[in-house]
């Protein structure tokens, strides 16, 4: 039972445009979401949140949507730059916890 | 300051056997979670320790199991292993308990089970 789902395993965008990820979750008890940033052979690093009574938050180039009644959320990053290029999760957490519940990844790769 | 910092950062075991790997959290951190990484199932958590405590415990058999010192350091064993146990054990720590979830990861310990 999948309770956060990232339907696209990869995707590809050229430097400078807009990448956009998306996040899709069935446990109407979380109330916090994150996205972490992995490259290969280092642990996830934590990019950007958002709590549950917000719909957007914004940081730099990192801005995070949330809709709750679609239990949707996405991640853009503008403009995307081959830097960028790493495996992206997305996770969720209930209240009062640590316990992240992570989603398959999105692995991005940004042409130059 | 230093980061999460995890030993041995890659094993090879065989089927049977056991293995403990160890977590030195930021400092300052209390809470230490864990968490394993397969190609088939992602990201899932194993347990979480705050203060010497478990405070919450994931889908994982009881061959798994964790605990934290008195200096926050924690260590997760494995016992009589399985080939599927073969992953990346992160380790990640935070602060205080219950702070949503902003966690700071280790590089990880690779096992392979032969």
């Known amino acids: 039972d999948q309770q956060v789902k990232q339907n696209s395993p990869s995707l590809s965008v050229q430097e400078g445009r807009i990448s956009i990820l998306n996040c899709d979750y069935t446990?109407?008890?979380?109330?916090?979401f994150l996205w972490y940033k992995k490259y290969p052979a280092e642990g996830p690093t934590f990019l950007i949140s958002?709590?549950?009574?917000?719909d957007k938050n914004e940081d730099g180039r990192f801005t995070v949507f949330l809709n709750k009644s679609a239990k949707h959320l996405s991640l853009h990053i503008v403009p995307s730059q081959p830097g960028d290029s790493a495996v992206y999760f997305c996770?969720?957490?209930?209240?009062?916890?640590?316990?992240?519940?992570f989603g398959g990844g999105t692995r991005v790769l940004v042409k130059p | 300051k230093a980061g999460v910092t995890q030993t041995p950062r890659y094993l090879i075991k065989t089927r049977g056997q056991q293995v403990t790997l160890s977590c030195s959290p930021i400092?300052?951190?209390?809470?230490v979670s864990w968490y394993q990484q397969t190609p088939g199932q992602g990201l899932q958590f194993l347990f979480e320790?705050?203060?010497?405590?478990?405070?919450n415990k994931g889908n994982f058999p009881g061959r798994f199991s964790g605990r934290q010192f008195s200096n926050s350091r924690s260590e997760m064993n494995v016992s009589t292993l399985e080939l599927g146990d073969s992953a990346l054990y992160l380790c990640?720590?935070?602060?205080?308990?219950?702070?949503?979830?902003?966690?700071?990861f280790g590089e990880g310990s690779r096992l392979t089970v032969l």
């Open positions: 446990n109407s008890m979380f109330d916090y």
């Open positions: 990640a720590s935070t602060a205080t308990s219950g702070t949503s979830g902003e966690l700071f």
């Open positions: 320790y705050f203060s010497e405590t478990q405070r």
């Open positions: 958002i709590s549950s009574i917000k």
């Open positions: 400092s300052g951190h209390r809470s």
């Open positions: 996770a969720a957490s209930e209240a009062a916890g640590n316990k992240l519940t």
